[in-house]
T-cell receptor
Framework: KNEVEQSPQNLTAQEGEFITINCSYS?????LHWLQQHPGGGIVSLFM???GKKKHGRLIATINIQEKHSSLHITASHPRDSAVYIC???????????FGKGTHLIIQP | GAVVSQHPSWVICKSGTSVKIECRSL??????MFWYRQFPKQSLMLMAT?????????EQGVEKDKFLINHASLTLSTLTVTSAHPEDSSFYIC?????????????FGPGTRLTVL
C-alpha cells in the first residue's frame, strides 16, 4: 500500500508570498493528483501528473518520478487560495486514490 | 469540464435508519465510480470501487453489507448506508472516471455530509 506524506501540515503566509507544498509517496504510481478542498468540503481537481511539470494560472505542479516526490507551487498567493491542498496517488487502471493528510493553507491579507 | 453531482448534499437521520446517497456523472459516461469518506480532520479514505453492471470492490475494513453500492448505469452509482449509527457520521464523496479521458482522470462530486443522531 502506498504511503503518501505531505508537508507542511499547516501553512500561514502573507498575501503575495510564493507557496510550496510537498508530497512524497512510497511506491511507484501511474499518476499523482493535486486537489483543493474548501471549508464546505467540496473537492476540486487541480492537476493530474505522471511526469514533468504542469502550470495553470498561478499554480504550478511538478513531479519527480525517480525520487517519488511532487511539489505544488502557488505564485502571488491570495486570500482566496486559502484551502486544504491534498496530494493523492493512483496505481493505474481502475484504482482508487490514496490520499495524503492535506496541507491547511491560510493566506492572510 | 466534466461534472459530477451528489444528492443529497447533507442529511441528518436517526440511528438505525438507512440513507441512500446518489452520485451522477452529468455530461459523461463513467466507467468506474469511487466512494470515499472523510472523518473530521482526517484524510479521505477509499471505501469501494464500483464498475457499471458488476459488484463493487470494497476496501479492507469496509463492510459490504452495511455500505451497499449499486452502479446500475454509466451515469449513476448509489451508496446506501444501512442501519446507520453515529459512528457512520462522515463526509462521503464520490468520484467518477471518464471513459474518454482514461481511467486515471477522476472527477469529484461535491460530497454528502451525513450526521447520524
Amino acid at each position: 500500500k502506498n504511503e503518501v506524506e505531505q508537508s507542511p501540515q499547516n501553512l500561514t503566509a502573507q498575501e503575495g508570498e510564493f507557496i510550496t507544498i510537498n508530497c512524497s509517496y512510497s511506491v511507484g504510481i501511474s499518476a499523482l493528483h493535486w486537489l483543493q478542498q474548501h471549508p464546505g468540503g467540496g473537492i476540486v481537481s487541480l492537476f493530474m501528473l505522471s511526469s514533468g511539470k504542469k502550470k495553470h494560472g498561478r499554480l504550478i505542479a511538478t513531479i519527480n518520478i525517480q525520487e517519488k516526490h511532487s511539489s505544488l507551487h502557488i505564485t502571488a498567493s491570495h486570500p482566496r487560495d486559502s484551502a486544504v491542498y491534498i496530494c493523492a496517488v493512483s496505481g493505474g487502471g481502475a484504482d482508487g486514490l490514496t490520499f495524503g493528510k492535506g496541507t491547511h493553507l491560510i493566506i492572510q491579507p | 469540464g466534466a461534472v459530477v453531482s451528489q444528492h443529497p448534499s447533507w442529511v441528518i437521520c436517526k440511528s438505525g435508519t438507512s440513507v441512500k446517497i446518489e452520485c451522477r456523472s452529468l455530461d459523461f459516461q463513467a466507467t468506474t465510480m469511487f466512494w470515499y469518506r472523510q472523518f473530521p480532520k482526517q484524510s479521505l479514505m477509499l471505501m469501494a470501487t464500483s464498475n457499471e453492471g458488476s459488484k463493487a470492490t470494497y476496501e479492507q475494513g469496509v463492510e459490504k453489507d452495511k455500505f451497499l453500492i449499486n452502479h446500475a448505469s454509466l451515469t449513476l452509482s448509489t451508496l446506501t448506508v444501512t442501519s446507520a449509527h453515529p459512528e457512520d457520521s462522515s463526509f462521503y464523496i464520490c468520484s467518477a472516471s471518464a471513459l474518454a479521458a482514461g481511467t486515471d482522470t477522476q472527477y469529484f462530486g461535491p460530497g454528502t455530509r451525513l450526521t447520524v443522531l
